[in-house]
Nanobody, 119 residues
């Protein structure tokens, strides 16, 4: 099972940008679908962005469309989440996750990283 490590979180003012990276123990490019989730205090975890196997197709939840971009590095297999025009409501713990294409649920998770957007 692939191991995932997130990096790049932190605190930023409203309107600012952050870039999260998900470094895998094996290249995600050819085998796994990947996703970025977030969970704010008192709220359910939500899928923010998803990237298909081979990094060919990206999808986003409506609240981040036009502001967030998910991408993958074919060589390293790292998956990144570029977050622009950040809002206080983006404050949450962000997780990257991976799943085999035939599974419905994500089965490999990173440790989570705090992103705080101050107004």
């Amino acid at each position: 099972q692939v191991q995932l490590v997130e990096s790049g979180g932190g605190e930023v003012q409203s309107g600012g940008s952050l870039r999260l990276s998900c470094t895998p123990s094996e290249n995600l490019f050819k085998r796994y679908h990947t996703g970025w989730f977030r969970q704010a205090p008192g709220k359910e975890r939500e899928l923010v962005a998803a990237l298909s196997k081979s990094f060919t197709n990206a999808t986003y939840t409506d609240s981040v469309k036009g502001r967030f971009t998910v991408s993958g590095d074919n060589t390293s297999g790292t998956v990144n989440l570029e977050m622009n025009s950040l809002k206080p409501e983006d404050t949450a713990v962000y997780y990257c996750a991976a799943r085999d294409p035939w599974r419905r649920e994500f089965h490999s998770w990173g440790q989570g990283m705090q992103v705080t957007v101050s107004s």
